[in-house]
């Protein structure tokens, strides 16, 4: 074992043994955010800087399970960034479930962070609470060069045969979590006539879906609208084809994709397992999702070209819009 490994697991063993000493806090809201760009404060801001630069918290709390350091701030606010990916997603919340410093059984969870936005149903800055997320990842795929002439894309459901079909089979049951919709419904009113940041350069932007996608054009805004979790980055209009039957597949229609992400699948996954075993409370999960990217090209531009092209802006209001329309449901909770 090498020296790194054994100071980390050193490190992890003072965190806990005071831990075990002293009376676990009891969280009432967890902000989850996804990524961050170098500094926590001062620098370009990811998901995590504007809270902690905003949010007053008391303490920085070292949390050498997880992808970096969280705050705490003594109303009972924990803030957290999981790191990008499924996986991130998936080890950092459980490694946070499992924390014997934190009672997060009657925690709220609000997941604030940006997303490639579907431009059927909103604009880039705007905001969607998700009542769905589904997991993009668990599938069968063929490269669309080799698929059958009458297949729309690679994508088949495990189990089934033809894309967008389920059928009798071997298959998980991890791939759809519907939310509590009496809570997504509160944090949706609460917020939906909040003014979202807007940018010259999201106006000249949107503007190239006006003819084909109204909703793409609008000024950005507060919706319902759910969430694809996969840890590849996909682009295009063929998979957000995809990606639209594949939610309406595994939700018997009920799910609309509108957000796609790289970690809400993952976090969600673990969030169940820790319900499980009464450490969290899986109905009292929120997930916000703001759009910096669309998921497919403007009408008649190249898909290999949008896919790695700049945001808009660089995200920035998508960015601004997380945190503030996070931050609103978030106070309003810690007043329950």
């Excluded at 997603?89 to 936005?117: C, E, F, K, N």
């Excluded at 084809?241 to 939700?251: E, I, P, R, S, V």
């Amino acid at each position: 074992m090498t020296i790194r490994k054994l100071l980390g697991w050193g490190m992890v063993g003072l965190v806990w043994a005071g831990a075990l000493m002293a009376a676990p806090k009891s969280v009432k809201v967890v902000v989850v955010t996804m990524f961050e760009n170098g500094a926590d404060v001062g620098d370009s801001a990811g998901e995590m800087q504007l809270w902690v630069e905003r949010g007053d918290f008391d303490e920085k709390v070292q949390f050498p399970l997880g992808h970096r350091d969280g705050y705490w701030r003594e109303d009972g606010v924990l803030l957290i960034c999981t790191g990008g990916g499924v996986t991130n997603a998936t080890a950092t919340i459980m490694a946070l479930g499992q924390d014997p410093r934190y009672d997060l059984s009657a925690a709220y969870w609000v997941v604030a962070g940006i997303a490639g936005a579907d431009p059927q149903d909103c604009s880039l800055g705007s905001a969607a609470w998700a009542r769905w997320v589904v997991d993009g990842d668990l599938a069968y795929e063929i490269d669309g060069r080799e698929i059958p002439t009458d297949w729309p894309y690679g994508f088949v459901a495990l189990g089934a045969h033809e894309p967008n079909t389920l059928e009798d089979g071997w298959t998980v049951e991890t791939i759809a979590y519907e939310l509590n919709p009496q809570l997504v419904e509160w944090a949706y009113q609460l917020t939906k006539h909040m003014l979202l940041p807007d940018h010259p350069e999201l106006i000249a932007f949107r503007a190239q879906f006006a003819e084909k996608y109204p909703a793409a054009a609008k000024p950005p805004f507060v919706l319902i609208g759910d969430s694809l979790g996969s840890s590849t980055y996909w682009h295009g209009a063929l998979l957000n084809a995809w990606a639209n039957d594949w939610m309406k597949l595994h939700t018997d229609g009920a799910a609309n994709f509108v957000m796609s992400n790289m970690e809400d699948n993952g976090t969600l996954t673990a969030l169940h397992r820790l319900g499980n075993a009464d450490l969290v409370d899986p109905s009292r999960v929120l997930v916000l999702r703001t759009a910096s990217n669309f998921s497919m090209p403007p009408p008649g531009r190249d898909a290999g070209w949008s896919t790695t092209a700049p945001y808009p802006a660089q995200g920035e209001p998508a960015k601004e819009s997380a945190y503030l329309v996070a931050n609103t449901v978030v106070e309003a909770l810690l007043h329950q």
